[in-house]
């Protein structure tokens, strides 16, 4: 089951005796423990039979017994631990297994361990899957999230523009949870029969739609020397909206792509978009940038881009700031 499947099987009350969530993305996590927390039970009830511990004040002896209790005012008691990762795993885990052999039906328990994995090979990760619910919530891929914004205002029945998807990906990167907290901004903001675009993200999150990063990456495929150098210009006066390590990753990225667009056999539109993962608006653009950089001149363009992310983690750079070496770094791949 994923995130949305879950919540749904909780709206319809569907309930299990045991959610174990757990993975390096906190996002779901959260949200699907913060839904149990708010819905299950109603405010009279929770006084009574919610309970929620945090894992390194507990261990899963109380746990366990808190969870063969039967509930006093509802059918059902909750109890839920957040930040369950520093609960002892390796040395307890046999209790929580006998638990889940036998567990108590009128019991929601909720495990909420984040940052990290659980090993799936474990006997109670198995019992768990068999008579509940265990969901792993999977980092995101820098690539994945300008579809993963789109798909998620596309289910709150909203639109964005595939530029201002890929602006919020290329500024926030993969906390989804502080993504959502702009998109939020964005949907209390912009009316709902508008496109959200880049004039909307600068208005309301505040990233530039002229000054950022994938405009300097637009304007170096059509050699637009001035329109970089004015981009460059403003990250070396604004040094705090685009660190240079965050710019040669995402110019790196883009260079990448451009070289596997050489190498495509079947450069269609659509064959395109599926091998770069890209979406079919940006096709034209490494079309356009594939004329101006060869195949050998975007391998130079990538080792330069190697040569500065050195730089930019303060290597060998001396006294030279971030912004003279951007300069620098740009000037070397126009010309």
């Not at 309970?51 to 063969?68: E, L, P, S």
């Amino acid at each position: 089951m994923d995130a949305n499947q879950i919540l749904t099987a909780l709206k319809s009350k569907d309930y299990q005796p045991i959610y174990l969530l757990y993975g390096e993305e906190s996002y779901y996590i959260d949200l699907i423990t913060d839904y149990i927390a708010d819905h299950v039970l109603d405010e009279s009830q929770k006084g009574f039979d919610q309970t929620v511990w945090y894992g390194k004040d507990t261990d899963f002896i109380q746990v366990v017994n808190a969870a063969r209790r039967f509930p006093m005012m509802a059918s059902h008691q909750v109890i839920i631990v957040k930040e369950a990762q520093n609960l002892k795993w390796k040395t307890e885990e046999e209790i929580l297994l006998k638990y889940l052999e036998n567990p108590m039906p009128s019991t929601i328990l909720v495990l909420a361990h984040k940052h990290g994995k659980l090993d799936k090979r474990k006997k109670f990760m198995k019992q768990a899957a068999k008579i509940g619910v265990v969901f792993e919530s999977e980092k995101i891929y820098d690539n994945k999230v300008p579809a993963w914004v789109t798909s998620f205002l596309r289910e709150r029945g909203r639109r964005i523009h595939p530029q201002a998807a890929l602006l919020i990906a290329e500024y926030l990167g993969t906390n989804i949870g502080k993504v959502v907290n702009e998109l939020e901004k964005l949907l209390l903001n912009v009316p709902k029969e508008h496109e959200i675009n880049l004039q909307d993200i600068e208005r309301f999150i505040g990233i530039s739609k002229d000054f950022n990063v994938f405009e300097l990456n637009t304007a170096l495929g059509k050699k637009d020397v001035l329109k970089a150098f004015q981009i460059v210009d403003y990250f070396a006066a604004n040094p705090k909206n685009a660190p240079l390590v965050m710019i040669v990753g995402t110019m790196t990225g883009y260079f990448t792509k451009l070289l596997r667009y050489h190498y495509l056999a079947d450069k269609s539109p659509q064959s395109v978009a599926k091998e770069l993962s890209v979406h079919p608006f940006f096709v034209g653009e490494y079309e356009m940038a594939a004329r101006h950089y060869n195949r050998r001149r975007t391998f130079d363009v990538i080792h330069i881009l190697q040569e500065y992310d050195v730089k930019s983690k303060g290597v060998d750079v001396g006294d030279v700031d971030q912004g003279e070496l951007l300069k620098e770094m740009v000037f070397k791949i126009l010309y």
